[in-house]
Structures are given as C-alpha cells and as structure tokens.
C-alpha cells in the first residue's frame, strides 16, 4: 500500500501544495462569503471600484519597493548561509524601499484629485488616496520581510502568515463596510499592509533577526546594479499589468457601462482566489529551484516534475469551477447574471498562464531582464490591444478571450525565450 504521507512529507513542492491546499480553502470560504456581502450591498457599480483601489494599491505596492520582493527571493536563497553577503545586500534593498516608498508618496499624495478622478470619475476619494501615500513605507518593508519568508522557503511560516493576515483584513473590511460603507471598505484595502507587517513580525521576528541584522547594516551599494534589473522587471509585470487593468475596466465603463466592468471585476476576484495558490508556489519553491539549475536538461526535468505535481490538480480544480459555475454565481455573486459568459474564457486562459508561469519565473530567477521585459511587453501589448478592440464586439467577454489568446502567444514567446538562453549557454561552455 503507497505511504500517500510518508511520500508527502519527502517531497518539498508537495509539502507546499498541500498545506497551500488547506490554507486556500479556509481562505476561499471567508472569500466566498465577503464577496457575497460585496455584491449585495455595494452592487456591481461598487465591486468596480474595489477593483480600482486594489490595482492602484498593486502597483504602489511595485513602485515603492522598486521590486525588491524577487530580489531578496533570489539572494537569501543563494547567500543564506553568507550573513556578510546578506548584509551588504539587504543594506541595497532597504536604500532601493526608502527611495521608491519617497518618491511614490510624494506623487500620489500631491496629486491625489487627478488620480481620483481617472480611478472613480469624480474627486470623492482623493482624501483615501492620500491616506495610502502615508503607508507606502510600510508596503516597501513588507515586500523586503516577505521575500525573507520566501527566500528561505519558510512555507509553514508563509502559509501562517497568509492566512492570519487574510482573516485579519477581512475582519477590518467588515468593520468598515458597516459603519462606512464603500469608502470604508476602500479604507480597509489601504490598511491591509499595516495589518499585514503586524502578522509577518508577530509571526517570523525571530527568523527574520537571524537573516536581517540591523545593526551589521551600513551605506553598501554593491548591489545596486543587480537590483536595477529586478526594479525594471517589477514596473513592467506587475506595475504595468496593474495600470492595464484599470484601464481596461475604465474602458469598459465608459464604452458599455459600470455594471459590465463589475462583472468582469468579479470574474478577476474569482480567478485570484484560485491562483493565490500558485502564487506562494512560485516563489517557496520556483524562484529558489530555479536559481540553482545551470543546465537545459536539469531545467526541463525540473519543469516537467512541476506540471506532472500541479497541473492535473489545477486542471480538476478548474473544471469543477466551471461545472458549478452558476452555484458559485448564485453563492458569491447574486444577480450578477452577466459573469456566466466569462468564465470559459477566464478559466482557459488562467489554465495557460499557470503553465506559462512556471517557465517565465526561469527569467527572474536567473536575471534574465530583457528576456522578461520584452516578453511581458508583448504579452501586456497583446492583452491591452485585443482586449480594447473585442470589448466593442462581445463585451466585458471580450477582454477574457483576449486573456485566453494573450496567454497562448505569450507561452511560445517564452518557450522560445528559454530555449534560447539554454542554446547561448551551451554554446558559452564548449567555446570555454
């Protein structure tokens, strides 16, 4: 008879998967139920602007830690027995937070009018902008405390950390939605990175101290330069990505109606809180792997573990998502009728982009920057442009088919990508 635990607990990527599994679970259940007292009390009008204040609160989140997250990944991976080399690298990264949570603030908070009014149409929420310019420090030390978590591939303390972090958050939604109603709950998203720093410290103080000596920090600036490629790699993905979206959903506003982009909104919050689960995988358990393999073959073996593990679980998932996609309608999202169309499309393309993810973290974990700037910027340009010219055709259905097809290029593009680099490596070390 197969030892189904003993056989779990010698398999690293498994050990993640699992506990994953029963983190997302409990996350996806108190998901299920504030996104159902979203859409009845706020309406699609109102899951709309969430949707902005999010994304907006996605790419301050890039913007003022200048992508240090991926960078901290990458070298407490590689230096984790190298306290000198950590210290002189995390002397870098806190500089690189300080600057970009600066000059970030400074923007946002001095002109918060102009941006409430590109997000919300009218000034109404240019206060709540400005609050956010005031916790933009706290996201630039959480991205440099997480990526520790991550680099160490901590993923007990990872799958703590997230979970206590997503309750607490969704406890202060509540609060504010009750009292306050939409600004409230635009609040609460402002202030989940404060709630989020207060977890991570609570939780992994010690572990952190242990890699994170202050007092062993000074003014290095070694690193700068292999930050640089991370800051530029993190304001295309997920800064540009973000800005995307917004304005996709503005299109979708302004062309059909506010109502149409709630739908699509609420179809992108459904697929968030299925792919949270690949997200920690990533970044447990890719980046750190991928940063050790030298080799095409050690490459492709690795790669093809990882869809045999994941993939089939993710597939079933799926088609269990779209077999019950009217209960999970009628649960989450009542008389949001226009959502069913969406997702076929949503789930195809998601399903693609798992596969695609895998492949593509080979580019920040080996710093291949131009290699991942220029397939991110086909890919976001094929989104954006597909998505602006079927939204006029089928709807907010459109931007997901636009999804979907993005996805299927942007999986050649990078397969060609690696493939290449695998070539120039080879080639480097028979010429040597």
């Known amino acids: 008879m197969i030892d189904l635990k003993g056989f779990i607990k010698k398999n690293l990527l498994l050990k993640i998967t699992s ?16 996104q159902r007292l979203l859409a009845t009390t706020l309406g699609e009008a109102g899951i709309a602007k969430i949707g902005q204040m999010q994304n ?3 790419v301050l989140t890039s913007t003022s830690s200048l992508g240090t997250f991926n960078g901290v990944v990458k070298y407490v991976a590689e230096y984790e027995d190298d306290q000198k080399k950590l210290s002189s690298f995390f002397s870098t990264a806190i500089l690189f937070g300080f600057i970009g949570a600066l000059i970030s603030g400074i923007i946002i908070f001095f002109n918060a009018e102009f941006i409430s009014i590109k997000l919300f149409n009218n000034n109404t929420y240019a206060n709540l902008i400005q609050y956010l310019a005031f916790v933009l420090p706290v996201i630039s030390i959480n991205r440099i405390l997480y990526g520790i978590i991550n680099g160490l591939s901590a993923y007990k303390a990872h799958a703590k950390i997230g979970l206590i972090g997503y309750l607490l958050t969704s406890i202060s939604l509540l609060i504010f939605l009750y009292f306050f109603s939409l600004k409230g709950v635009l609040f609460s998203i402002i202030l989940s990175p404060v709630l989020s720093l207060f977890v991570i410290s609570l939780i992994s ?71 949270v689960f690949s997200a920690s995988l990533f970044t447990l358990y890719v980046i750190p792997k ?9 490459f492709k073996k690795e790669v093809l573990y990882i869809y045999k593990t994941i993939l089939p679980l993710f597939g079933l998932g799926m ?54 700037v220029v397939t991110e910027i086909i890919s976001l340009g094929l989104f954006y442009m597909l998505s602006k010219h079927y939204v006029d055709l089928y709807g907010a259905e459109g931007v997901v088919m636009a999804h979907f097809y993005r996805y299927i290029v942007y999986f050649i593009v ?19």
């Open 19 to 34: 506990l994953n599994t029963g983190v997302i679970f409990i996350r996806l259940l108190v998901a299920l139920f504030i």
């Open 56 to 58: 907006l609160l996605q």
């Open 205 to 275: 103080y010690k572990r952190i101290n242990r890699y994170l000596k202050i007092n062993e920090l000074g003014l290095d600036l070694s690193y700068v330069k292999p930050l640089l490629a991370f800051v530029l790699m993190s304001l295309v993905s997920s800064g540009l990505i973000n800005y995307v979206e917004i304005d996709i959903r503005t299109t979708i506003t302004n062309r059909i109606n506010i109502e149409e982009a709630g739908y699509w909104t609420a179809m992108n919050f459904i697929s968030r809180n299925y792919m």
């Open 290 to 298: 991928f940063a050790k393999i030298n080799t095409g073959s050690e």
């Open 319 to 372: 088609i269990l998502v779209y077999l019950f996609r009217n209960v999970i309608i009628s649960i989450v999202y009542p008389n949001f009728e226009g959502i069913e169309p969406l997702f076929k499309w949503q789930l195809l393309g998601d399903f693609v982009r798992l596969a695609t993810l895998v492949l593509s973290y080979q580019f920040q974990a080996k710093k291949m920057v131009w290699s991942f």
């Open 414 to 432: 990078v397969v060609i990508a690696i493939w290449y680099y695998f070539k120039n490596v080879k080639t480097n070390k028979s010429i040597t």
